[in-house]
C-alpha cells in the first residue's frame, strides 16, 4: 500500500474526513479532476461519491454557494471533470454517468484529436517504459530511465524539471524522444486519443466539452502570443466542431507554477464562463472562477483516498507534505 493511501485510510477510518467533511460543507463544492479511468473504478467512485455528494453542474453548484448554507442533512454540491482527450472515456466513462444520471464537463486538446499531436508526456512515458536503460537529458540534468520507473522522487524531479524548461527547450526535448518511438507504439499512442466524432457523442450524450488549451504547453513558459493562441484558438476550433459557445477551460497542468495573472487575463477576454485549476480545496464564497479549485483524482489511490480527495482534506494535507504523487 502506498503511504499516502495508508494515511488516508487513518483519516477515514478515525472518522475525521467525516468531520472535516462537516466543517466544510456549510457552503462550498469540490471539482474532481480525471484523466484515463477504467470502467470499474467509475462505477464504484460514482457509488461512493452519491454516498456523500450531490453531483451537478458548475453552474448549479457556483449558483449554490450564494444561497443559503446547505442544511446538515443534504450532500453538498460536487463536479465532475475529465482532462486531456483519451478514446476510452467513450467506452468507460461516459456511459457510467449516463446511467448514473450525473453530469460532467470534459476538457480536452484539439491537437490531440485523432492523434494528430501526441500527448508529450504520455511520449515521454513510453520513452521511460520502452528505453529503461536510457537517459533523458533535460537541460543541465540527465535523469536514468529505470530511475525515473523505481523512484516516485526521480520521476517527480523528471515532470518538474520538464515543466520548467522554457516551452521551445521542452518541445525539443519531446520531439528527440517521440522520434526514437517505433512507428507501432505511435500507432498505439494514437488510438488511444479521443477522436472528433467521439467529442462530438460526448457532446451529444448531453456532457459539456471544455477547452483545455491546444497542446497542453506549461502556459507560464510560453510566450503572450502563444498563451494568446492557445486559449483563444482552442475555444475557437472547438466552437466550430460543435457549433455552440465553449464556456470552460482546464489550465494544463493547472499548478500554482503553471500559470497566472497573465493567463487568466487572456481567459477571461476570450469569453470563457469559467476557469478550472489543479489547485487542491473546495470553492467556498471567496471563489473566483477562473481559478476554481480541483483535486486530482490519483489513476490508482484507494476509495479512502478519493474521500479525502472530495471532502478537501487531501488539498489540505498536500500544502503540508508534498506526497500527491507517492
Ligand atoms: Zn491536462
Not at 93 to 102: E, F, K, N, W, Y
Not at 268 to 274: C, I, K, P, S, V
Amino acid at each position: 500500500m502506498q503511504r499516502s493511501d495508508l494515511v488516508a485510510t487513518l483519516l477515514v477510518a478515525s472518522g475525521m474526513n467525516r468531520l472535516w467533511r462537516r466543517l466544510r460543507r456549510a457552503r462550498g463544492f469540490p471539482v474532481l479532476a480525471y484523466h484515463e479511468v477504467d470502467r470499474e473504478t467509475v462505477e464504484i467512485h460514482l457509488e461512493v461519491l452519491k454516498r456523500h455528494y450531490r453531483i451537478t453542474t458548475v453552474a448549479d453548484a457556483c449558483a449554490g454557494i450564494r444561497e443559503e448554507p446547505h442544511s446538515p442533512h443534504n450532500r453538498p454540491p460536487l463536479v465532475l471533470t475529465f482532462d486531456d482527450g483519451y478514446a476510452s472515456w467513450t467506452r468507460n466513462v461516459v456511459p457510467a454517468l449516463s446511467q448514473h444520471g450525473v453530469p460532467a464537463i470534459f476538457f480536452v486538446c484539439p491537437a490531440f484529436l485523432d492523434g494528430e499531436t501526441l500527448p508529450w508526456f504520455e511520449v515521454v512515458e513510453r520513452y521511460l517504459r520502452l528505453y529503461p536503460g536510457a537517459e533523458v537529458a533535460v537541460g543541465p540534468r540527465r535523469f536514468s530511465c529505470q530511475r525515473v520507473l523505481d523512484q516516485a522522487g526521480e520521476r517527480r524531479a523528471l515532470f518538474r524539471c520538464l515543466k520548467a524548461l522554457p516551452l521551445e527547450e521542452h518541445r525539443d526535448v519531446v520531439r528527440q524522444l517521440e522520434t526514437q518511438l517505433p512507428r507501432e507504439e505511435k500507432d498505439a499512442m494514437r488510438k488511444r486519443c479521443l477522436s472528433c466524432d467521439d467529442v462530438r457523442r460526448i457532446r451529444g450524450a448531453g456532457f459539456e466539452i471544455g477547452a483545455h488549451s491546444l497542446s497542453h504547453p506549461i502556459l507560464s513558459k510560453a510566450s503572450l502570443a502563444c498563451v494568446e493562441e492557445e486559449i483563444r484558438g482552442s475555444k475557437a476550433w472547438l466552437e466550430a466542431l460543435l457549433q455552440e459557445p465553449v464556456r470552460y477551460f482546464a489550465y494544463p497542468n493547472g499548478g500554482r507554477a503553471d500559470f497566472g495573472c497573465r493567463e487568466v487575463a487572456v481567459v477571461r477576454e476570450a469569453g470563457y464562463t469559467a476557469a478550472f485549476s489543479a489547485l487542491p480545496g473546495w470553492n467556498g464564497q471567496d471563489v473566483d472562477r477562473f481559478r476554481l479549485r480541483r483535486a486530482v483524482v490519483a489513476p490508482r489511490g484507494s476509495i479512502h483516498r478519493l474521500e479525502i480527495a472530495a471532502s478537501g482534506l487531501l488539498g489540505r494535507l498536500e500544502d503540508v507534505w508534498r506526497w500527491r504523487h507517492d
